[in-house]
């Protein structure tokens, strides 16, 4: 089998696979686990959250002792020796090669409170940043899903639009019929036309709508835009009770799991550290260091002997910017202002929360009733429907009576449609605000 032969094999192959997923139907929990594997900025977010436990890492090891190698190795230019009368032997011979190694211990004793509160705010900034992530995550969960129930909208329309167009249908050609018997008249049959016209015209936009949701939906899930799913949950699957909640136990869930509220609050910590840290400069720092010098002269030595010799020190160091022109009071300020920022902050925070919490409640309230009222309608209407088409086959109601019954049974479907999948729309949003998202 030649090389152009195994191409085309290879080329089938892929291909029927590819149109083997393209129909199907997905679940919410299988589109939700494809989307947040994959999608780019939840990596983003979990990328800085793992940049900030690595910050929080790095000031952590300033409490440990620091060790530290060096070593050295030189040619001197020649310099005269020194010498002192009556001793044979130089007092500073001049010696060429210098070799050396160093092996120092620090530790910080006391840092004037400064190592403490850059410690807390890294890790008051890391614990932020988890909740950040937490957001992020909720927030793509709930686009994910409303572009889920959005696609079953779309699909639930165009189906509407069908039947609507199948049921215009025979109207047509029972008007033309009348028409050709003398039973109506050419304003009928063109009045039914345009009616038929204008729903097929919507019918297109609504296949155009579905396969714009189609790709959307592809592309959260990391699949070909142009292959086709079908969403196979039902909006009244995942089902909620509401009437059990009221508006004071809505409000207190949200501000105690809302992830920007607790992100907010690991801000406040982390202002309040960095004014401790900005108070520190006021104090010295302790540092406890020894030194282990291995070298050839070694400098410590008197004489110096052109031979490897080892010696220590042991010691402690005491800093203290005992004048800095008033900027330690200026950072202190600074700080203090930006602690003043993150309180209004978070005063701020838990009000939207709240406002958004009771908000998605009466709003999924109002949807929920909404489905009651929709389903009635529809039902109405097709009662109202089924009587005008026994009634115009009878001859007893006009062509315009019937196409009015017609136009109201689309606008019921059409509406119960958009009911029903308000409230899963409307469900996922009150999940969202309570700080609740799926796993």
């Not at 015209?201 to 959307?216: F, P």
């Amino acid at each position: 089998m030649n090389k152009n032969a195994y191409l085309t094999i290879l080329v089938f192959c892929l291909s029927a696979g590819t149109n083997a997923q393209e129909h199907r139907g997905v679940t919410l929990s299988e589109v939700l686990e494809a989307a947040l594997s994959r999608h780019p900025s939840l990596r983003i977010a979990e990328a800085r959250r793992a940049a900030a436990d690595g910050q929080a890492d790095e000031l952590r090891s300033g409490f440990f002792p620091q060790l530290k190698f060096s070593g050295r190795a030189a040619y001197l230019s020649d310099v005269p020796e020194f010498s002192v009368p009556f001793i044979s032997q130089p007092l500073f011979p001049s010696i060429r090669n210098s070799y050396g190694a160093r092996l120092s211990v620090q530790q910080n004793l006391f840092t004037g409170f400064r190592l403490n509160s850059s410690v807390n705010m890294a890790e008051a900034n890391a614990s932020a940043e988890h909740h950040n992530f937490e957001r992020d995550r909720s927030d793509f969960i709930l686009s994910v899903t409303m572009v889920y129930w959005n696609l079953y909208r779309a699909e639930r329309v165009v189906d509407v639009l069908n039947q609507s167009l199948d049921q215009m249908s025979a109207h047509v050609e029972d008007v033309r019929r009348f028409r050709n018997q003398g039973l109506t008249t050419e304003a009928d049959v063109l009045k039914v036309e345009t009616q038929f016209s204008e729903i097929n015209v919507k019918s297109i936009q609504a296949r155009g709508n579905l396969k714009v949701v189609q790709m959307n939906l592809n592309s959260m899930m990391g699949l070909p835009l142009e292959g086709s799913i079908s969403p196979i949950d039902h909006p009244f699957a995942d089902t909620m009770r509401t009437a059990a909640l009221d508006l004071t136990t809505i409000i207190r869930t949200a501000r105690s799991r809302r992830p920007e509220v607790a992100a907010m609050e690991q801000r406040k910590v982390m202002q309040q550290a960095a004014l401790t840290a900005a108070n520190g400069g006021w104090y010295p720092a302790v540092v406890l260091s020894a030194n282990l010098d291995y070298a050839r002269p070694n400098a410590r030595i008197i004489p110096p002997k052109d031979q490897w010799e080892t010696t220590w020190d042991v010691g402690v160091q005491l800093q203290w910017n005992i004048w800095d022109w008033f900027a330690t009071a200026a950072q202190a300020d600074q700080a203090r202002a930006q602690l003043t920022q993150a309180e209004a902050a978070l005063h701020l925070v838990h009000d939207t929360v709240a406002l958004e919490a009771a908000q998605s409640y009466f709003t999924l309230q109002e949807a929920v009733e909404r489905i009651a009222a929709a389903e009635l309608g529809r039902k109405q209407a097709t009662e109202s429907h089924r009587i005008m088409s026994e009634r115009f086959s009878q001859g007893l109601a006009s062509s315009t009576d019937l196409l009015d019954a017609e136009t109201a049974l689309l606008q019921a479907r059409l509406t119960e449609t958009q009911a029903i999948t308000e409230v899963a729309i409307q469900r996922e949003r009150f999940r969202k605000s309570l700080g609740g998202f799926r796993d």
